[in-house]
């Protein structure tokens, strides 16, 4: 939904908020500024060339306006999103703080441009899991774009629905739900009822009514975004696919099994149409459906499931990607309900081997690898070999914490 939006708005800075003060600075005989062919190139889906224009747009333009220059800040702003489209939340950070503080003592503390900056950095922390740091970024983001822009602008409205996001994330699920219902309601009144991203709202809100346990609300707001997404673009694309999922994960919820395979099978067929066979995409949604039909009980098809989408992982992600070690946990964990302890053992070693290459040292995939690793060990009969492994994660979750 945030890429969604920053491409349809954030990123059309000349369109959707004021140019900056010496945004026209650097623009040439046909008025494009450097920052404007950045964008240029990632709205053409060349993003490796919009990263190569990124890089010099804040280099030339530091060096020939100043550190403190607006356009240099919109320079580092671009260049910033462009590292968090890629979910490279490591160096976006320093990017888009930058941004911000130079467009804070450039525009002041109530310009658009500064809210943009904002709600970037807060969407950018909820997406690293600390949605405490996100909220009073967004709020402070949405006072300044409703003051600026009125309380009916679109991007009030999308700033509603990133809020929404964060209160989920903290668990306040009826502030949610209730802020994410008005943002629906300016979206739909800024873009009309079957935009995509209306249809990308109702899905966020049916997620929000499906962790309340409200099934047939969250269905309903389902159905309303497969129909959007259907008529805008057609039966056979990915936005389907993810709405399909969605449903079978709800029906999966309340135990619907044959209404779950109903679609699961809609979602699998949808992205091997659109993606190809092999892709990513089709691994995860074989792995979805592989835990449904093992709470089904028909653990012959889990596990002939989980080992295509390894098999898919492995060639589309390389053998030593953090979903295949998440699918050999899950694999294992099957394994081990059976009492196939011998076939279990070896997939939980090799899954936290990869997680400790992959992610570092200290991580909470690894922390909780070594807990499950633990609790198979005793369920096994190694009771001795289980203290080792919590004893490593405790001291991982607690350098994590002292990191925080």
Do not use: C
Not at 27 to 56: S, W
Not at 114 to 133: K, M
Not at 232 to 254: I, K
Not at 338 to 343: E, K, L
Request: aromatic share 6%.
């Amino acid at each position: 939904m945030r890429i969604i939006a920053w491409t349809v708005g954030v990123i059309l800075l000349g369109s959707v908020l004021p140019a900056p003060a010496g945004a026209q600075a650097d623009a040439g005989a046909g008025g494009a500024t450097r920052n404007d062919v950045t964008m240029q190139l990632y709205q053409a889906g060349d993003l490796r060339g919009a990263m190569i224009a990124g890089r010099i747009a804040v280099e030339i333009n530091e060096s020939e306006y100043g550190a403190d220059n607006p356009e240099f800040a919109t320079s580092l702003f671009i260049l910033g999103m462009l590292h968090r489209i890629q979910d490279d939340l490591d160096a976006a950070d320093p990017l888009l703080r930058r941004a911000l503080d130079i467009r804070e003592r450039a525009l002041g503390a109530e310009d658009p441009a500064v809210a943009e900056s904002l709600a970037a950095l807060g969407a950018l922390n909820r997406a690293r899991g600390n949605p405490d740091a996100a909220e009073p970024m967004l709020v402070r983001a949405l006072a300044i774009l409703e003051a600026s822009e009125g309380p009916d602008s679109f991007q009030v409205g999308d700033q509603l629905t990133e809020l929404a996001q964060v209160y989920r994330a903290q668990g306040r699920l009826g502030e949610a739900v209730e802020t994410a219902l008005l943002g629906l309601s300016v979206l739909q009144r800024q873009v009309g009822p079957n935009h995509p991203l209306v249809a990308g709202v109702l899905k966020e809100i049916g997620r929000l009514y499906r962790d309340q346990g409200q099934p047939d609300r969250a269905a309903t707001h389902y159905l309303r975004a497969l129909f959007i997404q259907q008529k805008m673009f057609g039966r056979e694309t990915p936005e389907v696919a993810e709405t399909y999922a969605d449903l079978a994960a709800l029906y999966h919820d309340q135990g619907d099994f044959e209404r779950s395979e109903v679609f699961y099978e809609h979602n699998l067929e949808v992205l091997r149409a659109a993606l190809g066979p092999d892709h990513e995409a089709v691994a995860r949604s074989l792995r979805d459906k592989a835990l449904m039909v093992r709470d089904k009980g028909d653990t012959e098809s889990a596990e002939r499931l989980h080992q295509e989408a390894i098999t898919i992982f492995e060639s589309a992600m390389g053998p030593d990607s953090p979903p295949v070690a998440g699918t050999l946990t899950s694999l294992a964990k099957i394994y081990a309900s059976q009492g196939r302890f011998d076939a279990a053992d070896p997939l939980f070693r090799r899954a936290v081997g990869i997680w400790e290459r992959v992610l570092g040292p200290d991580h909470e995939l690894i922390a909780l690898g070594l807990e499950t690793y633990a609790d198979f060990l005793v369920g096994a009969g190694r009771e001795d070999e289980a203290p080792g492994l919590r004893s490593r994660a405790a001291a991982i979750r607690q350098r994590i914490a002292g990191a925080r």
